[in-house]
């Protein structure tokens, strides 16, 4: 089977303007197909600011009401997606960039949670994974913004690791799937200080020791559970590692190996 | 040669939830191939008022300076522009949403002027033709934000009813293509400010005498120049009428027949 990427790219490398053009010129010179997630970075946070729009955090997440909803659209599906799919346009990288809206590529439903009302956020329910061969198959490179959409045509604010992780398990039918987290750290670390403890391979039973141990960072659980999910669901590799390197990624000679046995 | 529609809509009604709704409504309900173009309204400038940018208008135009284009980008492609699709696709008219970025689909250069400097603005060179036609024959409907790029990645605020003509145009060879200009007004008035003094037929030499008696409307000499243009150039059938007769625009029941001969 042919070869997909898809990769994520983190928050703090679309904050930094050099950062995120060296990673865009070492995406678009990537041989073959492949899809780029984004998440948001600061950017929606600080328009809601100037805005006056004041951010609601329970138990450490985001509620999405109406007026940050429309925020985080014209960020994350307009400003950042567009700046995105322009640059790769430069680099000769034919790609389009998508919200889950768009070609009813990624379908969802408003979260329900017994106590907590997150407002407009999505969780996914569907990847329509014949409207993105189609367009892998016009050697188009595709760039998706965390929105999706309802079956009422309601937006939602949805998280972009699970995005891709879908995206990668939707696609592991027709492709030899990679999915690659790539953010600001070397990848998993034993010490979140020391970027020299890095873990190069993590498997089921270590990373459940590591937890045990309370030796993996919080912030990287969700991540390590949505590879360790995508590897079960047909996704051959999984890895995770700084975004500067994502060439070294990519020939696997960087970052957190995530596999099965 | 099967029939494709190029619609624009204008900005009065993207403003009008109501009337937004309904048009959308009646535009997924149009049997066959279809494009929506549509404007901006009046949320660009709401949000630039509301975050202190200064919107410095120049004979009548407006300059796009850097934080104007940023905000037209998340407001046109962004807002706009998704929840027009997540609209379409509540009522199962499959949608995409594009930018002139994406897929590279409108290229365009930065406009040059003797004595103004427009800012980031852009006058169209190419269509990629063959990238909408693939899209028609998966029967999606296209909806273009009039964002548009040039060759080094730079997003440029792009007229959207030249857009549509562009579209219209490049279409030509491929498609009975009618172009259809809605917006709040019946079509071409004698008197603007009376709905029954509607026009239903226009050719050339009537326009050319409309134009030296300074009966026709201001604004509308760019939209009528605009539909000539798109006649000589493979367009079959240009209307311009009103967005909330859409249905019949398109049996040609309402709006100005725009004619060669």
Redesign the interface.
């Known amino acids: 089977m042919e070869k997909v990427f898809v990769i994520k790219i983190g928050g703090n490398i679309i904050d930094d303007e050099k950062k995120l053009a060296s990673f865009l010129k070492d995406f678009a010179s990537i041989d073959g197909k492949k899809i780029l997630v984004h998440g948001g970075g600061k950017l929606a946070t600080k328009l809601a600011s100037?805005?006056g729009v004041e951010q609601q955090i329970i138990d450490g997440r985001r509620i999405t009401d109406a007026e940050t909803l429309?925020i985080v659209?014209?960020?994350?599906?307009?400003?950042i997606?567009?700046?995105i799919?322009?640059?790769?346009?430069?680099?000769h990288c034919?790609?389009?960039?998508?919200?889950g809206?768009?070609?009813?590529v990624i379908q969802s439903h408003k979260r329900m949670h017994p106590t907590i009302d997150y407002g407009f956020v999505g969780d996914i329910d569907s990847v329509n994974s014949s409207?993105l061969k189609?367009l892998l198959e016009?050697n188009?490179s595709i760039v998706i913004a965390p929105?999706t959409?309802d079956?009422?045509?309601?937006?939602l604010n949805t998280n972009a690791d699970t995005i891709a992780q879908e995206i990668a398990k939707a696609l592991g039918s027709f492709y030899d799937v990679e999915l690659i987290y790539s953010f600001e750290k070397s990848g998993v670390l034993l010490d979140v200080k020391d970027e020299t403890s890095l873990i190069k391979k993590i498997n089921p039973s270590a990373y459940k020791k590591l937890k045990e141990e309370k030796k993996i960072f919080e912030g990287m659980i969700p991540k390590l559970d949505n590879a360790f999910a995508a590897l079960q669901s047909g996704v051959r590799k999984v890895i995770i590692g700084k975004a500067e390197e994502l060439n070294q990624l990519i020939s696997g000679n960087s970052g957190t190996s995530i596999i099965n046995e």
Request: charged residues 10%; glycine residues 10%; aromatic residues 8%.
């Open positions: 100037q805005l429309k659209t014209m960020v994350y599906a307009g400003y997606n567009k700046n799919v322009a640059k790769l346009q430069s680099h034919n790609a389009i960039g998508l919200s809206a768009d070609g009813n409207f189609n016009q188009i929105i959409v079956m009422n045509g309601q937006l």
